[in-house]
């Protein structure tokens, strides 16, 4: 992942196999093959009542900032204009009224108060209060970013995060796996909408789901690019559905179903056993319910069958 350098100390993303430069510049457009499948998941999504947000990409929030014009149709302007695309979340206006704090110059994605802003309208399409967010502590601090590292040595910025980890208030699972196939659950007791809400999405909802957390009684949190589990669904039983993606991935429709076994499982294999025990030290199981204690064995015999099979 190589980045371009934009005005002000701005970096954005370059040479990545979404081929998010060419996306915006409209080398790189939705075929009639992808927007069909998008037309079908789409169905599927609003037969489920699943809400679908797009995270935007840095470029389209900050386009002052970045040194390619955009042109007049670019594959999200394809999805969004596609008449199934109606209840697809999408808060370009609202991440960009507050673009300096919702974004960073040295990452792709959005920043805690970014993933607020994206929380609070998921929270606002379901009817819920947002309030909680208001009352979450920020502090000033130097982070890298996903771009601020491709430099040696690695650039940071100053910026508001979360004042506490994002997961230390409520985390009550997490399965240890980094990226793809990683699985958090959060419990507040205390929250102020009693329901339960199901995230399957990707980096993005790294910081919206524990920020959500704030609101929900309950939320789960799997990294399957906007891919739903059915058979975690039917344990989770949960009152809503979000399916996050983000902009630079629309180029590949996601599926109306995925198994987060297989993904997991995939993941652990790319691993050697010394790095699948730092893996399995950081599983988190401090709740007894269906969801985590199903997942909390399997991710352990998973463990157990790829040590086995390299012995």
């Not at 994002?166 to 958090?184: E, Q, Y």
């Not at 959060?186 to 910081?207: H, L, T, Y």
């Not at 039917?234 to 629309?250: A, G, S, W, Y």
Request: glycine share 4%; charged share 25%; aromatic share 10%.
């Amino acid at each position: 992942m190589d980045y371009i350098e934009g005005i002000g100390g701005w970096r954005f993303l370059d040479n990545d196999s979404n081929r998010s430069v060419d996306q915006y510049t409209g080398i790189r457009t939705l075929s009639s093959d992808e927007l069909k499948d998008w037309v079908s998941f789409l169905i599927d999504a609003h037969r489920n009542n699943y809400i679908l947000m797009v995270a935007p990409a840095k470029e389209e929030v900050a386009p002052f900032l970045y040194p390619r014009k955009r042109a007049e149709l670019t594959p999200i302007d394809q999805l969004l204009q596609l008449p199934e695309a109606k209840s697809i979340l999408f808060p370009i206006s609202e991440l960009a009224s507050q673009w300096s704090v919702t974004y960073g110059p040295l990452d792709t994605h959005w920043t805690d108060q970014g993933a607020c802003i994206a929380a609070a309208a998921i929270a606002r399409q379901l009817g819920a209060p947002t309030a909680a967010l208001d009352s979450i502590p920020f502090a000033i601090f130097s982070r890298e970013g996903d771009l601020g590292n491709k430099s040696t040595p690695p650039l940071a910025s100053l910026g508001f995060h979360f004042k506490e980890p994002p997961r230390a208030k409520f985390l009550a699972f997490d399965n240890g796996v980094p990226n793809h196939g990683r699985v958090w659950i959060f419990e507040n007791k205390d929250a102020p909408v009693n329901q339960r809400v199901a995230i399957f999405g990707d980096s993005f909802s790294i910081n919206m789901a524990p920020a959500l957390s704030n609101i929900y009684r309950r939320v789960f949190y799997a990294h399957s690019a906007a891919q739903p589990d059915q058979r975690i669904l039917q344990m989770e039983k949960p009152d809503h559905v979000i399916l996050q993606t983000n902009q630079r991935f629309i180029t590949t429709p996601p599926k109306a179903n995925c198994d987060l076994l297989e993904t997991i499982e995939a993941k652990l294999a790319q691993f050697d056993e010394a790095a699948r025990k730092e893996i399995l030290a950081r599983l988190i199981h401090r709740e007894n319910s269906i969801t985590s204690n199903f997942l909390a064995h399997k991710v352990r015999e998973l463990h157990e069958s790829l040590g086995q099979r390299e012995g």
